[in-house]
């Protein structure tokens, strides 16, 4: 993590720039009500986007939005929490990073503000993020719902069941048997076919 003095410089001179990507700014230790309504005066938040990441949040936005949150970057336990978006190639960029020391809605509402006002509305047919829901929630309290769905990162719902079945079979071979069942049913693409794969799937666990 930089120093104090160096961030501030950094930012000072960001700022000079005809582009900004600096979305947002708040220290610890620092009110800010009229620019941060939503953040107490311990939170911290530093936002980023550059010009090539705006662009590219304006050319894919309406496809899909994920965003991913990682923990513990620093030694000061902050967060890195970044917005993607999906390529005509499914390749993922990177369309704005924030770092923070909390992932509550409410501060995460602090980081997408910025992104609207810059981007405009966005309508995506799909909404990615982790099993938790402060990131969907932040999103459409600032975007909207729209007709948008929400779906689960399929890492984060692998390393969920895992931990289930972990957690509440006993058996190592039944826990084998029954991840195998969820993951085929994972890549089942078919409405049709699922249903009939999830029938079977819960006639055997009964």
């Given at each position: 993590m930089i120093c104090l003095v160096c961030r501030h410089g950094w930012l000072k001179c960001k700022k000079c720039h005809i582009y900004n990507p600096v979305l947002v700014f708040k220290n610890q230790?620092?009110?800010?009500?009229?620019?941060?309504?939503?953040?107490?005066?311990?939170?911290?938040?530093?936002?980023?986007?550059?010009?090539?990441?705006?662009?590219?949040m304006l050319k894919y936005c309406d496809k899909v939005i994920f965003m991913d949150d990682t923990h513990s970057t620093t030694v000061y336990d902050f967060s890195l929490i970044t917005v993607l978006v999906v390529d005509d190639h499914g390749e993922g960029i990177p369309v704005a990073w924030a770092f923070a020391n909390g992932t509550d809605a409410a501060l995460l509402r602090e980081f997408l503000k910025p992104i609207h006002a810059i981007i405009g509305p966005i309508n995506p047919?799909?909404?990615?993020?982790?099993?938790?829901?402060?990131?969907f929630t932040a999103w459409i309290e600032v975007f909207g719902r729209g007709e948008t769905k929400h779906l689960y990162c399929t890492w984060h719902l692998d390393k969920a069941w895992r931990k289930g079945l972990i957690a509440n079979i006993e058996k190592n071979e039944d826990r084998i048997e029954l991840y195998h069942h969820l993951r085929v049913l994972l890549q089942e693409t078919e409405e049709a076919n699922f249903q009939v794969l999830l029938q079977k799937v819960l006639s055997h666990m009964i």
């Open positions: 230790g620092i009110n800010q009500e009229n620019e941060c309504d939503n953040l107490g005066n311990e939170d911290f938040l530093l936002a980023i986007q550059t010009e090539y990441q705006r662009d590219m047919i799909i909404f990615m993020s982790d099993m938790a829901d402060q990131c």
